[in-house]
């Protein structure tokens, strides 16, 4: 029998994500700071990289911030996205990508906004992140098969 989607997903901050993504902008400030470029434009290049650092750590590791995906629930075809604020957003899921490892949900925002949504295997309870995966792989086959 088919596993359903899971109606509703709570999720965390990644550390896999945030290590990965400090450890490309370490990698980043050091390209910056060999490079045979003018003093001037190595520090602002540093500064670019450390506001896009913060900018980084603040949405996808801050659990109660803004742009920080605290929840979402799928409700008959349409999703609700919840941010750490307490903020709601009603949302169409327009596409999806499952792997083991990975899942990539790309959400339309009711005022026309898009969204994408990386969940790790520590983003969420493994039995709703392998139940969604599942769901996305057998309903993008169920759309192939039946052609419009």
Known sequence: MLDPV????????????LVTGGGLHLLAGIAVAVCGLAPMLK??????IAGSLVWFGYRYGSRCGRGFIARIESL??????????GATHRADLIGGYAHPAIVILNFRLENGRRRSLTLLS???DP?????????L????????????
């Open 6 to 17: 899971p109606s509703r997903i709570e999720l965390y901050p990644s550390r896999i994500l």
């Open 43 to 48: 520090v602002t290049g540093a500064a670019g």
């Open 76 to 85: 008959d075809g349409r999703w609700r996205l919840e941010t750490g604020d």
């Open 122 to 124: 520590d983003s969420a």
């Open 127 to 135: 039995d709703a992140l392998r139940r969604l995966r599942v769901w």
């Open 137 to 148: 792989r057998t309903s993008r086959d169920a759309d192939v098969a039946d052609p419009p």
